[in-house]
């Protein structure tokens, strides 16, 4: 391996805290991966990883060279998009919300994937937190205010917004009118993954945001379950109004509060903060701002 190439082993381990990791991903064998590292260890006469049986992470002076190749090979990978006219090429690694994928973006990914026939895409799906530089995930798309600022975070869109329950529910326990009649009803508890708490549901009077949490007897922790108990009528939910659109229409669910409406929850794009930002991802992001401006007239969706 020449130098470049071992930057790019050693910054693959130290975020991906794995040579097993790092040299599946580099497409080496790990005792190729563990002699190159040895040798540059030698070269450099300095421990840059600590191993142990079942960890590997960076030493002070592992950081401090991990940060430096980061930012090299990052304005490598610049500097030659900008004078090639190659397109994207490799692996793209993504986390989405499946639900809000389906719904927005995959029905454009035939057009995404012929356009760059030099990507290949792994799509990991879930509400969960993830962490992009240990888990090898170049970026995720996630609804919500996201927290981590260690992330560079570019806002796509707003999704309104709806509270909902069956008609059984609304038989047993009346129809509210307004927030100040929500005593005595029952919520299906979206619990926070980031908090571990039940979500209150978030609503608006005249400007003001009002957040009240109704009892709950079932809590649950993924959307689409949630979403079914309010069609068995267990409860209200509040989720984004494109997941219930198709309830509303057939009347398995009536939307509630409508005067009072949540405020509509950001859609951002997150990916790992670099000096540079790859090809491969820049494109992505592209597309998914692109796939959500084109969704711009949808009712179940607002512009950023």
């Not at 470049?4 to 040579?19: G, N, P, Y």
């Not at 409508?258 to 859609?267: C, E, G, K, Q």
Request: proline share 6%.
């Amino acid at each position: 391996m020449d130098r470049l190439d071992v930057m790019r082993l050693f910054v693959r381990i130290a975020e991906r805290r794995s040579f097993t990791a790092a040299a599946s991903d580099l497409g080496l064998s790990r005792s190729a991966a563990s002699e190159a590292i040895a040798a540059l260890e030698a070269r450099l006469d300095v421990r840059l990883l600590q191993r142990t049986t079942r960890h590997v992470a960076p030493t002070e002076e592992g950081k401090v060279y991990h940060a430096r190749c980061s930012d090299i090979l990052a304005a490598i990978e610049d500097a030659e998009d900008t004078v090639s006219d190659t397109e994207p090429r490799g692996r793209l690694t993504v986390d989405l919300h499946g639900t809000m994928a389906r719904h927005f973006l995959l029905p454009h990914l035939p057009a995404f994937m012929q356009r760059y026939p030099g990507l290949s895409l792994h799509i990991g799906e879930g509400d969960r937190l993830v962490d992009l530089v240990r888990e090898g995930v170049d970026c995720v798309v996630r609804a919500g205010t996201p927290q981590d600022s260690d992330m560079i975070v570019r806002r796509v869109a707003a999704l309104p917004e709806a509270v909902a329950a069956s008609p059984s529910y609304l038989r047993q326990y009346g129809h509210p009118e307004s927030p100040a009649d929500l005593g005595g009803h029952v919520l299906i508890g979206f619990v926070s993954s980031a908090t571990g708490d039940v979500m209150p549901l978030g609503l608006r009077d005249r400007g003001r945001r009002i957040q009240t949490t109704p009892a709950s007897r079932i809590t649950v922790a993924q959307a689409d379950t949630a979403a079914e108990l309010a069609r068995l009528g267990f409860g209200l939910i509040q989720a984004p109004r494109y997941r219930l659109a198709e309830d509303f229409a057939s009347g398995r669910l009536i939307e509630l509060l409508v005067d009072y409406a949540p405020n509509p929850t950001p859609i951002s794009v997150l990916y790992p903060e670099r000096r540079q930002l790859s090809p491969r991802v820049r494109v992505f992001v592209d597309w998914v701002q692109d796939c959500f401006a084109h969704a711009d007239g949808d009712p179940n969706i607002r512009g950023r």
